[in-house]
């Protein structure tokens, strides 16, 4: 790696704030999101500086204690409640999300957005459908600091690459049937993220994967979403891989390489 985005490095002391914060809580949380993603695929081959401006985590409840009182501990550390639940804003104004799966959430109202958490405060965590396959895959890493002037480290469990690849093609789908409303919402780097994994990482490996949610009930409800490759990425003249071509810089190579990769990964599993 050649250089690092400040953006990405300040994301990641945020991160290590957060996780400090939460240190009692560790055993309960899955780093997701775009950290997850560079952890697994690092520079790749694409000539695109890697670059989070955030910090994700999924919260496993079972299991999750009472105390510390999660709201406190962020809030003694520096972070504010953002405008969404789960949303939670540092001092450097970087932010960590706390997300939960639908089925831990403690609600079922379809309208819902803050998972209820009690004792823990009501702004805590979001409800966020597609990170269910996380809870099962996952592998424990030493998450350190990207400045060499921060000596901290933490065991923290991080999605598995096929886990990440279900969450970022479920979060392009959701903002890809909100783009006529809300163009805005659909990012570039997503699919950027998406076509990363799917570079980086063996198919036999995504596969692997993708199979071991499909055998554990909660993560299979959402296994089939993969299918939205086949509807958006199945050419190079699809919307997701024109996503990541335009992310990339325009790269006329990164559409078509994406949508071979899909292809193969489809025909893998089909």
């Known amino acids: 790696m050649d250089a690092i985005a400040a953006e990405y490095v300040a994301a990641r002391r945020v991160l290590l704030d957060a996780l400090e914060a939460l240190e009692d809580h560790l055993p309960s949380l899955i780093l997701v999101g775009a950290q997850a993603v560079y952890h697994h695929t690092g520079d790749a081959v694409l000539n695109v500086p890697l670059m989070t401006t955030d910090a994700d985590l999924a919260i496993d409840t079972m299991g999750l204690a009472d105390v510390p009182e999660i709201g406190t501990v962020l809030r003694d550390a520096g972070f504010a409640p953002g405008p969404n639940p789960g949303h939670w804003v540092a001092a450097s104004q970087v932010a960590v999300d706390l997300m939960v799966v639908p089925h831990q959430a403690g609600t079922a109202r379809a309208s819902a957005r803050a998972a209820r958490l009690a004792p823990h405060d009501r702004l805590t965590a979001r409800i966020a459908r597609g990170l269910e396959p996380a809870l099962v895959d996952h592998e424990h890493v030493l998450i350190t600091a990207l400045e060499a002037t921060d000596p901290r480290s933490f065991d923290l469990a991080i999605a598995g690459p096929a886990a990440l690849l279900v969450a970022k ?73 024109l996503l990541a071509s335009s992310a990339a810089g325009g790269d006329a190579t990164e559409a078509p390489s994406f949508a071979v990769l899909c292809k193969e990964l489809l025909e893998a599993i089909r």
């Open 169 to 241: 093609v479920i979060k392009i789908g959701e903002r890809l049937g909100q783009a006529d409303r809300q163009p805005d919402r659909l990012k570039e780097k997503d699919a950027l993220d998406a076509f990363r994994l799917l570079q980086a990482i063996d198919t036999a490996d995504l596969v692997q994967g993708l199979t071991k949610h499909r055998a554990e009930p909660n993560a299979s409800v959402v296994a089939d979403d993969v299918e939205i490759l086949r509807l958006n990425a199945s050419t190079a003249r699809d919307r997701i891989p």
